[in-house]
């Protein structure tokens, strides 16, 4: 995702909904198309092309896996299909909004998992559950897969593109420093001890960086076993409220002397590609960010070797990472004969052979057990072990925890500006104490005026 300047406290849940959608469409020129469904639910659409249409935000190599995919499934089974890049996932949230209301809508859309309850709250969309195949067997989905986006018993959308964060580390560095690469660290109070090392040596000008995104907060909180709102993060009612536990304090009293001391240095909010060149230009030593970025670390860092360790924890409790990426989504109201190509198309992305050409050539983790028993068969992990990280990390960790769900709230997006801008007060301010109590303050707000 680009960084985002929006600095928003917090709209109504009607607001949410068609406001989006309208700034998107009038930046690109489709305001007049707009009003085409009452956004009551119910609405009847119109597929914009013949061809079943995909609406994505890979680019690059995954662009080119994903639209190998759809090359693929078109000669098999003779469907056309019309992946489509959106640029970013905002961009495929706020034209899918758009096309809500103008009752032209693509076949699919790949939405992020952080703006599920938004999409869900349209009341535009079908679980996919309705439309898979009848002989399509759900449960091939790894459990803390499954949990995430199966909503009131249905499998809504179907996991696809899914990851978590985790931490690479320049091994070079790490010897040069006298650090032992095999042995990284797994605690925030270790991550400061080997920054300390790498910097008071002159090794690198800075132990860590990551990109200020809510993803990364959200991560800790799971490790934790900690909940990020009541109401289990918003998968047994309507959130009301941030919670704030000591784990948050520790948090951000670690962060902010990190970057007191010079040991961290913010690349910016949503900064992925700035967080990730420090790392490839060797300005830090480590970085956090997505096991989807295992394939371009790689293929990088030419001048020193990469490795890829388990997220870094607050303390030694490791409950589990909340999943990350995205699934896709299918509106309801499309013509009824429509589903059943579509229920090919999501059946076949499901496959294992398909999930390991997806795993391999993204770096995103397999998402159904068969792909990751033919993946461990043909020994991919044991020739590719960076590949294996993330994949043990999410299979360690406890799927029954609601503290390992990724929030599912309607205001995501607002209530991640308010977190990502107040996180920069929290590193800015004499103390912590009365920024995190505003931080919790304006998340509240938020949520209060969606839901009420």
Known sequence: MAPHAEKSTGISRRNTLTTTGAALAAATGLAGCLGGSSGDGGAQFSPINEELTVWHAMGGTNGETLNQIGTDFEEEFGTGVNMEFQDSYENVLTNTLSAFDSGNVSDMLQVDSLFAQQVLDTDQVRPVEEILPDD???????????????????????????????????????????????????????????????????VTQYGITWPNHVWFVETWYGFEGELLTDAENGHAGEPSELRTPDAAYDLYDWWKGMADDDLYTNPGIEAWGEATSLFIEQEAAMVLTSTASVAGLIADSEDFTVDAAPYPSISETRVGPVIGGASFYVPDGLPEERYEEIGQLLEYMAQPEVQTEWHKGSGYYPITQPSVDALREEGWFEENPMYQVALDQLQNGDASDPATKRALLGPARNVQTVIQNKSVDILNADSIDAEIEALKTEVDDVLTEYYN
């Not at 009131?152 to 990851?163: C, E, I, V």
């Not at 040069?176 to 080997?194: I, K, M, N």
């Open 136 to 202: 399509f067997d759900a449960d091939i989905f790894l459990d803390n897969v499954a949990e995430f986006f199966t909503v009131d018993g249905d499998l809504a959308s179907l996991p696809f593109n899914n990851s978590n964060a985790i931490m690479y580390i320049n091994r070079d560095a790490f010897e040069e420093a006298g650090l032992d690469p095999d042995d990284p660290p797994q605690t925030l109070a270790e991550v400061r001890s080997a920054s300390e090392q790498l910097v008071d040596q002159g």
